[in-house]
Nanobody
Framework: QVQLLESGPGLVKPSQTLSLTCTVS??????????WSWIRQPPGKGLEWMGAIDYSGSTYYGPSLKSRTSISRDTSKNQFTVQLSSVTPEDTAVYYCARSDDIPLTARYEGDYWGQGTQVTVSS
């Protein structure tokens, strides 16, 4: 059973860089041919796919956040990380990591494993 767990600060100040880590257990992030995504859901809004890193380490980004997002991985720790720069209060959301065999992820059913999500609030 694959499990994903998001971790990171719950509160970030405007203009700072948000950094979240997803720790994966029960399966390797280097296993073909999966994608490992970051998705967020602002309050009262739908899911927004931020981007992904695949089994080979290639990265993919959604158009709306591409200029501010960076995704990387540490295969020795079986973790992947997202950094979102220059955050504003509009970046307040629940952030999820998930595994899928295709991208982008726009609905829950499109990923076979999801983390529980972590609330991030951007406020001074």
């Amino acid at each position: 059973q694959v499990q994903l767990l998001e971790s990171g600060p719950g509160l970030v100040k405007p203009s700072q860089t948000l950094s979240l880590t997803c720790t994966v257990s029960g399966g390797s992030i280097a296993t073909s041919y999966f994608y490992w995504s970051w998705i967020r859901q602002p309050p009262g809004k739908g899911l927004e796919w931020m981007g992904a890193i695949d089994y080979s380490g290639s990265t993919y980004y959604g158009p709306s956040l591409k200029s501010r997002t960076s995704i990387s991985r540490d295969t020795s720790k079986n973790q992947f990380t997202v950094q979102l720069s220059s955050v504003t209060p509009e970046d307040t959301a629940v952030y999820y990591c998930a595994r899928s065999d295709d991208i982008p992820l726009t609905a829950r059913y499109e990923g076979d494993y999801w983390g529980q999500g972590t609330q991030v609030t951007v406020s001074s």
